[in-house]
């Protein structure tokens, strides 16, 4: 009680991620070390690309939280299922604005559908 009010987190967003992720090996080395270490800074990241399949395993496996949205290409939308681990139907029935969101901290913890 009293104390400073605490600062908000600081985000860095980085829209269509892949162009970064699929750059030049230095470029992929820097984001795969960010994503490592940023937490740890009270630092978030949010990267946003379309297909799981941009994102190198490395970088994949520093994402806690992970938003899927409906893919209106059959082929993304089978691959961004899979990594959802959710039936393909799953995504293609999401209304405009809805998501799925999953946790791979908690792998028990079912997907859930986000609006």
């Known amino acids: 009680m009293g104390g400073r009010p605490r600062a908000p987190p600081l985000l860095v967003v980085i829209d269509e991620a892949q162009i970064l992720m699929g750059g030049s090996s230095d470029a992929k080395a820097s984001l795969s070390k960010y994503a490592a ?12 690309t379309q297909l799981r399949d941009n994102v190198p395993t490395e ?30 139907m799953t995504l293609q029935s999401l209304a405009r604005g809805q998501a799925i969101l999953t946790s791979s901290s908690q792998p028990n913890q079912r997907p859930v559908t986000v609006q």
């Open 37 to 48: 270490e940023a937490r740890k800074f009270g630092i978030g990241l949010i990267l946003a």
């Open 59 to 88: 970088i994949w496996g520093n994402i806690d939280t992970r938003l899927f949205m409906q893919a209106l290409d059959p082929t993304e939308r089978a691959r961004n299922a899979k990594a959802a681990n959710v039936p393909e």
